[in-house]
Every structure is written in C-alpha cells, then in structure tokens.
C-alpha cells in the first residue's frame, strides 16, 4: 500500500555538464538579468574571474567577503552592495556559505539567483535561508531564495579538497538520509533520495582515490543535486537539529558535523524508519558499501572516505552535551522517534566518541 503523501516540489532550471560554467551567460539571458552581483567565496576566485570575464559588464557588483552560517551584519552589508549597484540578479558561485550569502540578499530583494554550486552541500536546490546573530543561527523557508536556475559543472569540484569532499559528500548523505524517513517523504523523493545514497557511496571513494577524476566528480555532484532536492522537498529530522545547533551554538564546522553525527542519527531511528533503513542498505550495497545495518554502512562509508567519524575529533567537547541535549530536545524537532533529552544525550555521547554504531538503536 502506498502512504498518503504530498509531493511539493519546487521549480529550478538545472543545468548539469562538464564546462556548464560556459552556459551562465545564456542562462543569465533566459533569466532577464542583465546586472548582476557576483558572489564568491575565496577559494572559488578562479572560477569567479572566468565568469566575470565572460559576462564583462554584465557583472555590476562583486561579493567576496563570504562566511560559513551567513552572520547577519555581513548579509547586511551584501543587501546594500547589491542595491546600491543597481543589480537585477545574483550569481552564487561556491559552496553552501556562497549559495547563503546570495541567499540573504534575495530575502531582502527578490533578486532571483543563479548558483554555481562547487561542494556537495546542497544549498542550491532549497529554499532555505540562514543567518546567524551573536552565536544564535535562525533559518526559514522562503520561495524567493530558491535559485532559479543551478548550473552545476563538475570541473569545478576538482579542486575541492579530498578532506572538504568527503567530509561535504557525508553531509549530502545525511540529507539523503532524513530526506527517506522525513515528513513530506513521497514516493518519488524515496527513490531520487535511495539513488542520491546509491551515487555517493559508490562515487565518494574514487573522489578520494583520485580527485581529478572527472567521472566520480560528476557521480558525486549528481549524487548531491539529488540530496539538496531532498532536502528541499522533504523536511528533515534530528540529525538536522542537531547538526543547526552544533554549528550556531558551538560553531562548529557545517559539513564535518554533520559527517561525525549521521551514522548515530541513524542508530537512533532504526527502529522507527525501518523502510528507510532498507532503502539506505540496498542502497549502499549497490554502490560498493557491504552492510546489512544502515547505521553500520553510513559509519562504514565515512571510514572509507576517512570523512569524520567523532564529535570529539572535530573540536565537540563532552561537558557540553547536556546544553546541547537540551536545546535540540526544546526544539521539539519532527522525527520518526520521539525526540527526548535523554535519547539525544545519548546520541551525542555516541557521536562523541565515534566508535562503530552496533546494529540497532543508540
Ligand atoms: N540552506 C540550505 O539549504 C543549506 C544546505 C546545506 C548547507 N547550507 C549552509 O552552507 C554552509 C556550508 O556549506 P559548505 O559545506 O559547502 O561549506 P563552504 O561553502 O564554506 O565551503 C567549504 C570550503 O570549501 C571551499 N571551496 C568551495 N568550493 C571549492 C572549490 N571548488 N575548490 C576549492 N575550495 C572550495 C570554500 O571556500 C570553503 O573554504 C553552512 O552555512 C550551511 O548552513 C545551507
């Protein structure tokens, strides 16, 4: 029998090739924008000079002062570049932190986005924005801040290092992940969410065997397209709770956080999701990880990949674990099981130490 569901899927134009980065001129066209505001983070500056040479002045505003979880008085600061040049439209060219900055400008002004993602992190294909004010990080849903067209080009992830690139692809499989127990769970994001699972376990490894090779980086970054459309449509679960207030309140590091706590997520709800505890196993079977628990092969994954594994090993320290318990359990975050400070005080014990879930709950 099939669940009851809704599927509410929101439109994007995707643009998915090696070179894509040659097409933002055309796609900026079909999108009416004739200034824009280039936003870009550090390491991506390569990639920014080959658009903004392509687009001459066409580009109107550069933003490159880009920080993970959006601090509020830099989003500011980017909300009166963009008016004061008169811009049209953004380009969010980079990771999750660039994606978020553009994000918090079309919050304030409608400008509709055009994203060049380069990590794994998904950003691109939702409509959720963050910002962060004093160590208290507030998101929301907003339709004005989904990107209108993503161009995704795999060129551009070879130069993700090894450790940002397995540590970013366990974030898109914690997507993956929620997104196959989550609420707005239906049954076609089942599938897209159980082939992103499939994509990632068997592409992950390659990227890190060989970062240059152009095929596991078009396998991975396909494998995220599907997890950020996951997590666009879906909703999400503990995990997330947990992983929003690691980084808001201990600032921790996004994508690290949320490859040390997934496997134990997933321990933790085994019991309560068990058709996506199926879906993650075949899943992970088909893309070269053996398991017969999905705690186990999402832990087994990330070993493989030498991603995160520990709380401890990513700076998490153990006398905060009650505060952290209790914030998330307040939170009162949908979940498959019911979400208590003692369940995530155990939780985050378990992640803590980063030993092998056993099969099973936490
Ligand atoms: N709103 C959403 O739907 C959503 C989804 C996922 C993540 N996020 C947000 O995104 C942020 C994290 O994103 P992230 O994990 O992509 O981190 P990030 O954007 O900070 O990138 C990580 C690092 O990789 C570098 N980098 C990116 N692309 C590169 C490339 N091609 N070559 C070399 N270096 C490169 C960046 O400059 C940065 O130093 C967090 O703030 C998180 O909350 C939001």
């Given at each position: 029998m099939v669940d009851a569901f809704v599927h509410d899927v929101p439109a994007a134009r995707v643009v998915f090739a090696n070179g894509a980065i040659a097409t933002v001129g055309e796609e900026l066209a079909r999108l009416g924008c004739s200034r824009v505001m280039l936003v870009s983070g550090g390491p991506e500056a390569q990639y920014a000079e080959v658009i903004a040479s392509a687009l001459g002045d066409r580009v109107v505003a550069r933003f490159t002062d880009v920080v993970m979880h959006v601090p509020a008085e830099i989003a500011a600061r980017a909300v009166d570049v963009a008016i004061s040049a008169g811009a049209d439209g953004l380009i969010a060219l980079g990771g999750g932190s660039s994606t978020g900055m553009a994000k918090a400008v079309a919050k304030e002004t409608g400008l509709p986005i055009l994203a060049v993602p380069t990590t794994y992190a998904g950003s691109e294909m939702t409509s959720i924005w963050g910002l962060t004010e004093g160590n208290r990080k507030t998101t929301g849903r907003d339709v004005r801040v989904l990107p209108r067209t993503v161009v995704y080009d795999p060129e551009l992830s070879v130069s993700l290092p090894v450790q940002i690139s397995a540590a970013s692809g366990m974030n898109a499989i914690a997507?993956?992940?929620?997104?196959?127990?989550?609420?707005?769970?239906?049954?076609?994001?089942?599938?897209?969410?159980?082939?992103?699972?499939?994509?990632?376990?068997?592409?992950?490894?390659?990227?890190?065997?060989?970062?240059?090779?152009?095929?596991?980086?078009?396998?991975?970054?396909?494998?995220?397209?599907?997890?950020?459309w996951t997590l666009g449509t879906t909703g999400m679960g503990v995990h997330h709770k947990i992983c929003h207030t690691l980084g808001g309140t201990y600032d921790l590091p996004h994508a690290p956080s949320h490859s040390a706590v997934i496997a134990y997520a997933t321990a933790f709800n085994a019991e309560h999701a068990p058709a996506a505890m199926a879906g993650i196993v075949r899943a992970l079977n088909a893309g070269g990880i053996p398991c017969t628990d999905a705690a186990q092969g999402v832990w087994d994954l990330a070993r493989a990949i030498d991603a995160p594994t520990s709380l401890a090993e990513i700076g998490f320290r153990a006398e905060d674990v009650d505060e952290a318990a209790g914030i998330v359990a307040s939170a009162r975050p949908t979940n498959p099981r019911p979400v208590d400070v003692e369940g995530v005080r155990g939780l985050l014990a378990a992640a803590l130490s980063g030993e092998r879930p056993g099969a099973g709950t936490v």
């Open positions: 997507h993956l992940v929620e997104g196959l127990y989550a609420p707005g769970v239906s049954p076609i994001s089942f599938l897209q969410a159980e082939e992103g699972v499939r994509a990632l376990a068997s592409s992950l490894p390659r990227v890190v065997a060989d970062p240059t090779d152009l095929v596991a980086r078009g396998d991975a970054l396909y494998g995220a397209w599907l997890a950020g």
